[in-house]
């Protein structure tokens, strides 16, 4: 069991620890940042690819996750393996990753908590079923510093 000492010292640390930011925190949104790059754009098979989230969306930079939803759909969904990917490497194939429904041109929601690089910014990859075959709607509803 804990003295008194003790706990005031593990409180005094933890308050210095919130006054320097250490602990992450959150700042959620009542209205998403859009962008008009991922508004419904056809996307193309795409290895990983950076997105800046302060340039394409306004996030501010350097951030530790984003909460965004996403919401997809390919013509061709139901006779191939696709997919979306956002990560904060350029790692081939690993990320939190959303498929469209397999039916074609059906939608599919998801909505996940992305953690970024340093930088604050994410990787996206696509697994299309064909040439411009993937529509694509990312909104960005928060965010950790």
Known sequence: MKNTLDVIEETRKEVERVRANEIPQWVYLSAPLTSTAWDGDAYSTTAKTLIDLSAVFGVPAGVKAVYVTIQLRDSGSAASDTFFILSPNDTA????????????????????????????DVYYQVGASGPGTMDVYIQIWGWMY
């Open 93 to 120: 194939n690993f990320g939190q990753a959303s498929s469209p429904m397999p039916v074609n041109d059906r939608y599919g929601r998801y909505a996940f908590i992305v953690p970024c690089n340093v930088d604050g």
